[in-house]
């Protein structure tokens, strides 16, 4: 932390600190022990043990992204080795790499069900919901924090809302214990009812609180 602190990076094939080497150090063991240690906690706590000339250098925001980019890398070379597909690897990755053995859960879980066909569905349902949150964002179209069910006006949507509302309860304890091959085949049981919502709801409505709440 503080090498990358005072811009101590490797660069190319120099790296006369070992930093790579101690990366795949501590992504091993936290991998192999199965510790679900934040990497974040542990940057943010060994910045505070710096001298505050080290400190100088750059704030504690800059210097954990530094930091969590590289372990990034390291991960991902160690993923490649692994055998795993460089799609694999930037789902994961760019998703989180603060807990290690989750990362190792996440892409393995990837991997095994990325042909079957509610994996499938959740790709293309992803893909659709991007493609329109994507261009809301492009015309700086805002979002509400958080869905009113009061304003719905057609039953489409209470139908999603409802059937939402029923796998997040039935995921939320999967996903708290990292059982994503349990979540996935029941996150896919959305797939009718947001196929029907864009089929049969106007996202994009005239109406300015409909428009956010259907974006939301």
């Known amino acids: 932390v503080g090498d990358i602190a005072v811009g101590l990076l490797p660069t190319g094939k120099s790296d006369p600190y070992?930093?790579?080497?101690?990366?795949?150090?501590i992504i091993r063991i936290l991998a192999e022990n199965n510790w679900p240690v934040s990497l974040s906690g542990l940057v943010k706590y060994?910045?505070?043990?710096?001298?505050?000339?080290?400190?100088?250098?750059?704030?504690?925001?800059?210097t954990a992204g530094k930091v969590l980019d590289f372990i990034r890398g390291r991960i991902a070379a160690l993923l490649e080795q692994a055998g795993y597909k460089y799609d694999e690897i930037r789902a994961v990755t760019n998703a989180s790499v603060d807990l290690i053995p989750d990362v190792y859960r996440?892409?393995?879980?990837?991997?095994?069900?990325?042909?079957?066909?509610?994996?499938i569905?959740?790709?293309q349902l992803?893909?659709?919901?991007?493609?329109?949150?994507?261009?809301?964002?492009?015309?700086?179209?805002?979002?509400?924090?958080?869905v009113n069910p009061g304003l719905f006006n057609h039953?489409?949507?209470?139908?999603?809302?409802?059937r939402f509302t029923e796998i997040q309860q039935a995921t939320?304890?999967?996903?708290?214990?990292?059982?994503?091959?349990?979540?996935?085949?029941?996150?896919s049981g959305l797939a009718p009812e947001i196929d029907r919502f864009f089929v049969d709801v106007m996202v994009m409505d005239?109406?300015?609180?409909?428009?956010?709440?259907?974006?939301?």
Do not use: C
């Not at 329109?132 to 979002?143: M, T, V």
């Open 206 to 216: 005239k109406d300015v609180p409909v428009r956010a709440n259907r974006l939301t």
């Open 106 to 119: 996440r892409i393995k879980v990837i991997s095994q069900y990325r042909g079957t066909d509610y994996f």
């Open 18 to 25: 070992g930093l790579r080497r101690m990366a795949i150090g």
């Open 121 to 123: 569905q959740l790709g």
């Open 155 to 162: 039953e489409t949507e209470k139908l999603l809302w409802q």
């Open 46 to 62: 060994s910045y505070q043990l710096l001298p505050e000339t080290v400190k100088s250098a750059k704030t504690e925001p800059e």
């Open 126 to 146: 992803f893909k659709r919901t991007n493609n329109i949150l994507r261009q809301a964002q492009e015309k700086s179209i805002p979002l509400e924090i958080q």
């Open 172 to 187: 939320g304890g999967l996903l708290d214990h990292y059982r994503y091959d349990d979540a996935l085949p029941l996150l």
